[in-house]
């Protein structure tokens, strides 16, 4: 007689199981923003990694409070987003910025809404607007300190600058092999646009990420720099391809407007939403009071994922349509 030990589980549907689990996928995404944190401590130093450290570690001592548990990495979302958080900030802030963008990431924009599946918004991105909102001095003006490579001795506060999308000058004084390789003032994740493609192809290959999102949101950004971008470079051409390569626009296209909880499900839902990010992106960039507008843009168009996802959903096969 054979004995079956396998029982019987019953559940709702879907009924397709996936070997990969939250937490590899989480380890995924972290091995592919190394290739940025390793860029971002040889150009900006210890200062780099300290912001890193405490944007991770407060994320994951927030969730871990709030959850009651003892395992302070847990899934690895914390640790995602707190380092999500970090790249999307000055080399040199306040350490309390960074505590406080982090546990507001955590817990207004995870914990509040359920925790992770059931969010809205991009949390990382919450935390920052909550900061850019609430602390605007540290986020913007010249508070931007230039790279000095691999420093691990001097105080890379002591001399600051503006963005290049801030001043004209600024853009000028580099050219656009400098803004590829990350060469200039910025937040830690947004100098290097190479890094980032490197972990973006790392994410596609493992199936982590749909390529919609990313190509039309950099595609209508690099759109738009072409038409109206006003000829920084003195070449239409070179001036979309800047608009590419400075401020967040390749960090937020590749690893938060690709978030699967927060974005739509569709294939055309996915074509508008990045279309839609890019174009509030160059809307705010163009014409509103702030240089940078990635932020925003995947805030807003996380709001209205829903509603894309409602207008975009299939019609089931057999179900008549409401005219008919």
Known sequence: MIKVNKKLVVSSSPHIRSIESIQSIMGDVLIALLPAVIMAVFLFGYRALLTII???????????????????FSDGSAAVTGLLLALTLPPAPPWWLVVVGS????????????????????????????????????MAGNIWSPPQL?????????V????????????????LGQLFIGNMAGCLGETSALALLLGGLWLYFKGHIDIRIPVCYLGMVFTLGVLFGG???????????????????????IYMATDMVTTPVTPRGKVIFGIGCG??????????????????????MNAVTPIIDNYTTPQPFGRMSNSA
Do not use: C
């Open 54 to 72: 405490i944007a991770m570690g407060s994320a994951m001592l927030a969730e871990a409070i709030w959850l009651k548990k003892k395992d302070i």
């Open 103 to 138: 546990v507001a990431a955590i817990i207004i924009g995870k914990q509040v809404f359920g925790g992770i599946g059931y969010n809205i918004f991009n949390p990382a991105l919450v935390g920052r607007a909550i900061i850019v909102v609430s602390w605007g001095s540290h």
């Open 150 to 158: 691999f420093n691990f001795s001097a105080d890379v506060s002591a």
């Open 160 to 175: 600051t600058t503006a963005t290049v999308l801030a001043l004209p000058q600024e853009a000028l004084a580099h050219s």
């Open 231 to 253: 000829g920084t470079y003195h070449s239409p051409l070179f001036t979309g391809l800047f608009h590419l390569f400075s401020g967040g626009v390749m960090l937020g296209a």
């Open 279 to 300: 174009l509030i992106t160059m809307m705010i960039r163009f014409w509103g009071s702030l240089p940078e507008g990635v932020t925003f843009a995947i805030l807003i």
